[in-house]
């Protein structure tokens, strides 16, 4: 997937995700999931919301608009996202990052 993660992350199967250019890998726990995310082109996420996000940036730059305020997160810094808080994404290429997911099923595992 990419040089961020180390081979045990690599390993893990990968996540469906609604957008192309996003190479990713899926930790699936009993409540939540952890995706494993690597942009591979430019990539603007519309408006939507869901259960609780928290989202730690490993390299590269998303600006994310969480409630209708702008974040410019590079890497080191992280966010987080309450349930049910609108917000929407410009994810730049290289991006790459570490999503936990309070919900079981916001992404599938991807079937090949």
Same mark, same amino acid.
């Given at each position: 997937? *990419?040089?961020?993660?180390?081979?045990? #992350?690599?390993?893990?199967?990968? /996540?469906?995700?609604?957008?192309?250019?996003? +190479? *990713?890998?899926?930790?699936?726990? $009993?409540?939540?999931? #952890?995706?494993?995310?690597?942009?591979?082109?430019?990539?603007?996420?519309?408006?939507?919301? !869901?259960?609780?996000?928290?989202?730690?940036?490993?390299?590269?730059?998303?600006?994310?608009?969480?409630?209708?305020?702008? !974040?410019?997160? $590079?890497?080191?810094?992280?966010?987080? #996202?309450? /349930?049910?808080?609108?917000? !929407?994404? +410009?994810?730049? +290429?290289?991006?790459?990052? #570490? /999503?936990?997911?309070?919900?079981?099923?916001?992404? $599938?595992?991807?079937? !090949?």
């Amino acid at each position: 997937m *990419t040089n961020n993660f180390p081979e045990p #992350i690599e390993n893990l199967p990968e /996540a469906e995700v609604p957008f192309d250019g996003i +190479k *990713t890998r899926l930790l699936q726990g $009993k409540n939540h999931q #952890i995706v494993f995310m690597k942009f591979e082109k430019d990539i603007d996420i519309p408006e939507h919301s !869901h259960e609780s996000q928290w989202e730690i940036v490993i390299d590269g730059k998303v600006d994310v608009w969480i409630g209708g305020k702008l !974040h410019s997160c $590079k890497k080191g810094d992280n966010f987080y #996202i309450p /349930a049910g808080v609108k917000h !929407h994404a +410009k994810v730049y +290429k290289g991006y790459s990052c #570490i /999503a936990f997911f309070n919900e079981r099923q916001r992404y $599938k595992r991807k079937l !090949h």
